[in-house]
């Protein structure tokens, strides 16, 4: 009697996370259109407590989608246009003397807020870039030795146009790393960007009217209970020999981290919270590869003046791994 106790109230559980899951990306789609899929991801990471870095051309929503984001969650929210001449302590603040108490006072940056959009991040410096690594791998930001915790929540939605226009630096590969996925938005279908035309043809601002459906503490009891979603010990050995067919691939010179199993892994939970599930299948895992996986792998040289992308070796690996077949006994627990 215990164990089917338990096991309903995880089901219940699970079933309350897909509810507030779909009202989030309801409230989100209100103010961009035919990005479900991109909406989605930017919400298994919130939940997965990871950070999406937004990569595509300019005028596609990049922006839209981050705003829309933070209008939808009621917790501060910051924003970081970056430019070239732009300073780290611009980004994690500085220390100001205070004549009336005669100590240095923190003016905290933009970095102190829960939801926080790096817009147009490649167009700063390397040394600026690095400037959010502390923050975006240990939640807390040091300045002049002293070390600051950040809230919870803490979510780093950055934006970039590709490497190849003009004025941008390419991402060191330790910030790359420390993002849990890359996603692309594209360009709307043609039924998507009627709706934009007919919807927010006088709009500047689409977020402007969004009202926020979760609180900051909705979202951290959702990162509690995604944290709960069972990992079955074969989905386990599925991601490892993911991890150790990659490192082992001609075509690949740096495979998978052990770093990118345990993104892989939190954001799969996530994702199975999301469909009322309180366990992981290995559809979560598939359908999470590319975002989680692209941007962390280092392809040899050979290999990429033949034009194969990381998304090919990808797409190799997940049909050459063998996908395990959990037992129906292991799901229902």
Known sequence: MATTAATEARSDQA?????????????????????DDAIDLVILA???????????????????????????????????????????SDVIGVNVWDRTTNTFDLRPGPVFASILLADEINRASPKTQS???????????????????????FLVLATQNPTDHEGTYPLPESQLDRFLMRISMGYPN???????????????????DLEAVLSAAHV???VQAARGVRTDPAIAGYLV???????????????????AT????????????????????????????????????????????????AAD??????????VPQPRPTDLAG
């Open 15 to 35: 079933e309350s996370f897909a509810t507030l899951h779909r009202s989030l990306a309801e409230n989100m789609a209100k103010a961009i259109q035919g990005k």
């Open 46 to 88: 919130l939940v997965a407590e990871g950070h999406v870095l937004i990569e595509d051309v300019p005028g596609v929503g990049k922006t839209t989608l981050a705003k829309a984001l933070a209008a939808s969650v009621a917790s501060p929210f910051g924003r970081i246009q970056f430019t070239p001449d732009l300073l780290p």
């Open 131 to 153: 400037a959010l690594l502390e923050a975006m791998a240990e939640r807390q930001v040091t300045v002049d030795g002293t070390t600051h915790q950040l809230t919870r929540p």
């Open 190 to 208: 043609r039924e998507a960007e009627l709706a934009i035309l007919d919807m927010h043809g006088e709009e500047v601002d689409t977020t402007r």
């Open 220 to 222: 951290n009891g959702l």
């Open 241 to 259: 020999d993911l991890a150790e067919a990659s490192r082992r691939h001609p075509g690949v010179a740096v495979g998978m981290s052990p770093r």
């Open 262 to 309: 345990l993104a892989l892994q939190r954001v799969s939970r996530a994702r199975a919270a999301t469909r009322g599930r309180t366990y992981v299948t290995p559809d979560d895992v598939k359908a999470l590869a590319q975002p989680v996986l692209a941007h962390r792998l280092r392809l040899t040289a050979e290999t990429a003046v033949r034009g194969v992308t």
């Open 313 to 322: 070796i990808l797409n190799e690996l997940l049909d050459r791994v063998p």
